[in-house]
């Protein structure tokens, strides 16, 4: 079994910050591509970041300057530094990895979604 953990969200007032981590586990050979999205309420998913196995960025234009993504390989970790976080951030927050399990099979695994809520 694969799975993703999340965790790091949160209440948080506008201009603070919050750093969102994501584990993977399980029977997996080797990740590629990490990265998290976001839905708001009303609105469609987005892609907030990604980084790839040889550490290719790249970010939505409006977190650009104040989110930062990096991944621990040896921790088979992604994470997503926030900050200066704006009421608009607001949002349920879903990480995923392209993974090749074991058996060679290679696929996209989710989190559950951590909540990020920004007061204004």
């Known amino acids: 079994q694969v799975q993703l953990v999340e965790s790091g969200g949160g209440l948080v007032q506008a201009g603070g910050s919050l750093r969102l981590s994501c584990a993977a586990s399980g029977a997996l050979f080797s990740i590629f591509d990490m990265g998290w999205y976001r839905q708001a309420p009303g609105k469609q998913r987005e892609l907030v970041a990604d980084?790839?196995?040889?550490?290719?960025?790249n970010y939505l234009d409006s977190v650009k300057g104040r989110f930062t993504i990096s991944r621990d390989n040896a921790k088979n970790t992604v994470y997503l530094q926030m900050n200066s976080l704006k009421p608009d951030d607001t949002a349920v927050y879903y990480c995923y990895a392209e993974i090749r399990d074991i058996y060679f099979r290679t696929r996209d695994y989710w989190g559950q979604g951590t909540q990020v809520t920004v007061s204004s």
């Open positions: 980084i790839s196995s040889g550490g290719r960025i």
